[in-house]
């Protein structure tokens, strides 16, 4: 049953942290301006007054009624999420012998996902301040990461021959792509995806005109310097550029981990898994900028990043694996 619950934990925050990409990318992140309920309400139908006077008002706003249920249900999937978490930290405490392993990892991941239900609450009432979407995305996916190892611990695992020259390039892989993810979470909560439409060069040039002064400041409104002002064209350029460059880092180092692995027969399969998902992400962070961020582009390429970061995770712990 553990074993079962902690797959399920796996998949299920998989769902919600996509989910939260599809509301923050539809602008729907701020569709119920409080929380945790809807104006105070338990969920959109009790607030449909408020919803509808303040739509009335500001017709192209952040509310709406698709808007506030977009945000409530991701509300709901997220509180669920928490209560899995907390029935697999209470197992893990409870039948400790039984599973043979110490039950330090689930009932860390517990604290973690409540520290992330902070950072939800914190995402709207701070009006979507970049360092906050930011962190409640990097949030999301150290619970995917966290959760596929409880789940990789799961069962036994047969030893991996020729798994120690790839441990250290493994983990600097998982590195690799946990700072890309971030960089990418950056790009979309200061919304410079659009800001190059052109590709390979971005703005006509293959290193167009930037400021790196404000453009990765952390204690700044959306959309402002820390003074105040508004971020430049040239700011939001170089958020989106430093994002293409590591796209670049992250595919040849990648990549080149695949097939070595590959080559040297380790993993096989799991090289191969990785591999694609890498082109994949590849290919529609590219689509994003040809085709102008198209919602469902933009939000597969969240779900591939959080699959790829999956993916590391499994390679990471086979390696590691001594019996």
Not at 29 to 34: M, T
Not at 134 to 159: E, F, N, P, Y
Not at 165 to 192: D, E, K, M
Request: charged fraction near 15%; aromatic fraction near 8%.
């Amino acid at each position: 049953m553990f074993r079962k619950l902690a797959l399920l934990a796996v998949v299920w925050t998989l769902c919600v942290v996509v989910l939260g990409a599809y509301v923050r990318l539809s602008d729907a992140g701020l569709g119920c301006p409080d929380w945790p309920g809807c104006y105070g309400k338990a969920t959109p139908i009790h607030a449909v007054d408020e919803i509808l006077a303040a739509h009335a008002e500001a017709p192209h706003g952040p509310v709406s009624m698709a808007k506030a249920w977009k945000e409530m249900v991701h509300r709901y999937l997220a509180s669920a999420l928490g209560l899995l978490v907390l029935v697999l930290a209470v197992m893990a405490v409870k039948h400790r012998d039984r599973l043979r392993q110490s039950p330090l990892l689930a009932v860390s991941i517990f604290f973690v996902v409540c520290f992330q239900g902070a950072l939800g609450m914190w995402t709207v009432t701070k009006l979507l301040k970049p360092a906050i979407v930011t962190s409640h995305l990097i949030g999301g996916m150290t619970l995917v990461a966290m959760l596929t190892w409880l789940a990789l611990r799961q069962r036994d695992w047969a030893r991996v021959e020729r798994a120690g020259g790839f441990r250290l390039a493994a983990f600097v892989g998982l590195l690799v792509v946990s700072c890309q993810i971030i960089l990418g979470g950056w790009v979309s909560t200061n919304y410079a995806a659009v800001v190059c439409t052109d590709f390979p060069t971005c703005q006509g040039a293959l290193v167009p005109q930037m400021d790196f002064r404000d453009a990765f400041h952390v204690l700044r409104e959306l959309g402002q310097t820390p003074e105040g002002e508004l971020l430049s064209m040239a700011n939001l350029t170089a958020i989106h550029w430093l994002h293409r460059l590591g796209a670049l880092v992250t595919f040849c180092f990648i990549g080149i981990l695949s097939w070595r692995l590959y080559a040297q027969g380790v993993l096989r399969s799991l090289a191969l898994a990785i591999a694609g998902m890498l082109l994949l992400q590849v290919g529609l962070g590219i689509s994003n900028v040809v085709f102008h961020l198209p919602l469902s582009v933009a939000v597969l390429h969240n779900a591939g990043a959080a699959m790829l970061l999956l993916l590391m995770v499994v390679l990471n712990y086979r390696l590691a694996q001594r019996r």
